[in-house]
């Protein structure tokens, strides 16, 4: 089956593509990704979920983190089998780092090990440090700088003060259906 050309200028978005059954497909350009907004009987499409906040779990390998007066902040949105996950912890005065190298839990268990995203340590005052986050187990993640491939945690990849950011993003499978 083919298409007609999207019926659009570079200014007139949402663009509208009319299949040959009339059945209708918008779409729109917004930061580089494609989303589609309301797909009307085609199959075979994924499932798009808004983003959800989740409350994630933040443990350490000895002695869990507390939190206190800091903020950590988690979301997700899952697209068919994928899910992209985003977590951002920033530390308060009251905030305990705990002991040895932290995890993170996921709202949905992971297909397998093998996903990897991005992770962002940032110094309140003094600059950044980046890393790598990685599916420790089907259940969780962790992360692991970039520099000495040392597990992020309690002083590493620098001793956590107040006003400091700990981020990571993954996008992973799932067995969902």
């Not at 009987?41 to 800091?70: C, K, M, Q, R, Y």
């Not at 932290?102 to 309140?124: C, F, H, K, R, T």
């Not at 400091?164 to 067995?175: C, Q, W």
Request: aromatic share 12%.
């Amino acid at each position: 089956m083919t298409f007609p050309p999207i019926e659009s200028s570079p200014l007139s978005f949402p663009a509208v593509r009319k299949a040959p059954n009339r059945d209708e497909l918008k779409i729109w350009l917004s930061h580089q990704n494609i989303y589609a907004a309301r797909i009307v009987g085609l199959s075979g499409v994924a499932h798009v979920e808004d983003w959800t906040s989740f409350a994630t779990t933040w443990t350490a390998a000895s002695v869990n983190p507390a939190i206190g007066n800091g903020t950590i902040t988690g979301k997700y949105r899952r697209t068919g089998n994928s899910v992209t996950y985003h977590v951002s912890i920033t530390m308060g005065s009251t905030t305990t780092t705990g002991t040895g190298e932290w995890y993170l839990d996921l709202p949905y268990a992971a297909a397998d090990e093998v996903s990897i995203g991005s992770a962002l340590a940032w110094e309140s005052g003094i600059g950044k440090d980046e890393g790598t986050c990685w599916l420790n187990s089907v259940t969780g993640l962790q992360a692991i700088s970039d520099i000495n491939a040392s597990d992020w945690g309690d002083a590493v990849p620098f001793t956590w003060a107040d006003g400091d950011i700990y981020r990571v993003s993954i996008t992973y499978e799932t067995d969902f259906a």
